[in-house]
């Protein structure tokens, strides 16, 4: 069964720092990978989707994520943090490409910025 | 255009009454997913209609819970009795079709006491 693993269910940066959110899958087949984020009182809104394209993939808010199937890992990136990324982050496999509204979700990164 | 809508938002009940929660997808989107979280724990998959139709329950729990779409538009989320574990934020996504992107609304928090 396709599985993803968050590594840190809180993470804390200073304001500029680099994020890093970390994310491990195991998956038999080619997968579908996504980041959502969820802001206070908001739903999930994706931030970017990986589906065997280009293995570096930019996204929303300036943040990127690289595909290496070598370590089956999709970590997020942001060279500075802003205040305003202070929120939760999931990382998700879609099973199949038939269906990437079906996602099995890792257990949920908050980031949080100090000034 | 109005996204995802979800409601109630919040809502407490005693453990043993029924609950109704119900979710209004983008207008067009045939593909309406249910989801759930638990205290503490993953977001876990629940159900998936094509428009009125069930395309795959795989996720849902037990036999307390009942989704229906009539009509293919907003779809509910009923949990009868509700039980302590039931307890947790559920959320609705919809898509225009099955290899797109799903939009999720705000979810709505149920607790069980």
């Known amino acids: 069964a396709q599985s993803v693993t968050q590594l840190g269910s809180h993470v804390s940066v200073s304001e500029g720092a680099l994020v890093l959110l970390r994310c491990n899958y195991s998956s038999s087949v080619p997968p579908y990978l996504f980041w959502y984020v969820q802001y206070p009182n908001q739903g999930l809104q994706l931030l970017l989707k990986y589906t065997s394209a280009a293995t570096l993939v930019k996204g929303i808010n300036g943040f990127e994520a690289e595909f290496k199937k070598s370590e089956t890992s999709f970590h997020l990136t942001k060279p500075s943090a802003h205040m305003s990324d202070a929120a939760e982050y999931f990382c998700a496999v879609s099973p199949t490409s038939s269906n990437t509204g079906k996602l099995i979700f890792g257990q949920g990164t908050t980031l949080q910025v100090k000034p | 255009e109005a996204g995802v809508t979800q409601f109630p938002s919040h809502s407490v009940i005693e453990k043993g009454q029924t609950v109704t929660l119900r979710c209004d997808p983008i207008?067009?989107?045939?593909?309406l997913y249910w989801y759930r979280r638990v205290m503490g724990k993953e977001i876990k998959f629940l159900l998936h209609?094509?428009?009125?139709?069930?395309?795959?329950e795989s996720g849902m729990p037990n036999n307390r819970f009942l989704a229906e779409r009539t009509g293919g538009t907003y779809s509910t989320l009923k949990v009868q009795p509700a039980e302590l574990e039931d307890s947790g934020v559920y959320f609705c996504a919809s898509a225009t079709g099955m290899n797109t992107e799903a939009f999720f609304g705000q979810g709505t928090r149920l607790t069980v006491v």
């Open positions: 207008s067009g989107h045939d593909n």
């Open positions: 209609f094509v428009k009125e139709s069930k395309q795959d």
